[in-house]
């Protein structure tokens, strides 16, 4: 079963956005940020953010981790090199 997590509860003010540090020259500043307020984890346009926020359940931020960057078996957020 998919969790479910209430847009209305969703609240990043006062959060620390980061960029990737894979983000500096040859993207022309194209990049991501990324936040983690309590069980969330969200993601927004960094030339843009004010047009919204993506929010996930930490574990499919994990999952997502572990699909794209991780070795198999260490999708973790530390141990994928991004500290929360």
Known sequence: ????IAVSTVDFTGAVWRKSSRSGNGNNGNCVEVAFSGPLV????????????LAFP?????AFLGATACSPGS????????SR
């Open 58 to 62: 930490e574990s499919s931020w994990v």
């Open 75 to 82: 999708a973790t957020v530390e141990s994928c090199g991004h």
């Open 1 to 4: 079963m998919k969790e479910a």
């Open 42 to 53: 969200g993601v927004r346009d960094s030339k843009n953010t004010a047009a919204g926020i």
